[in-house]
């Protein structure tokens, strides 16, 4: 059975450092895309990072040279490493994937996301 677990996350100030985690169960993250979505406070989901399979990376201008992803083989887990945090990244960290062999896909916070699992979601608070 494939899934994501997510972990991190937390409370701090502006300024500050926080994690986010998202651990793959059944797949490897060399066969499926991660995609770090956050939905701020009033609804609004923002596509934020990914990787890819190839390893590559991409970051949103909003958050490019504060946000770094890593990924940890040996867990199978992927890490949003958050810098420099502001009170404008409060969110909800939300990880996808979509590794091969899905049908369907589940409705999410952000809308239905076809052929993807999503992890649980971590929130990031940031006070100023």
């Known amino acids: 059975q494939v899934q994501l677990v997510e972990s991190g996350g937390g409370s701090v100030q502006a300024g500050g450092s926080l994690t986010v985690s998202c651990q793959a169960s059944?797949?490897?993250?060399?066969?499926?895309?991660l995609k770090w979505w956050r939905q701020v406070p009033g609804g609004e989901c923002q596509y934020t990072a990914q990787?890819?399979?190839?390893?590559?990376?991409w970051i949103s201008d909003s958050v490019k040279g504060r946000f770094t992803i890593s990924l940890d083989r040996s867990t199978d887990t992927v890490h949003l490493q958050m810098t420099q945090l502001k009170p404008g990244d409060t969110a909800m960290y939300y990880c996808?994937?979509?590794?091969?062999?899905?049908?369907?896909?589940?409705?999410?916070?952000?809308?239905?996301?076809?052929?993807?699992?999503w992890g649980q979601g971590a929130q990031v608070t940031v006070s100023s």
């Open positions: 996808g994937a979509d590794p091969p062999g899905l049908s369907g896909g589940p409705v999410t916070p952000c809308g239905y996301r076809p052929l993807e699992i």
């Open positions: 059944g797949f490897t993250w060399d066969e499926a895309q």
């Open positions: 990787r890819r399979e190839d390893g590559s990376i």
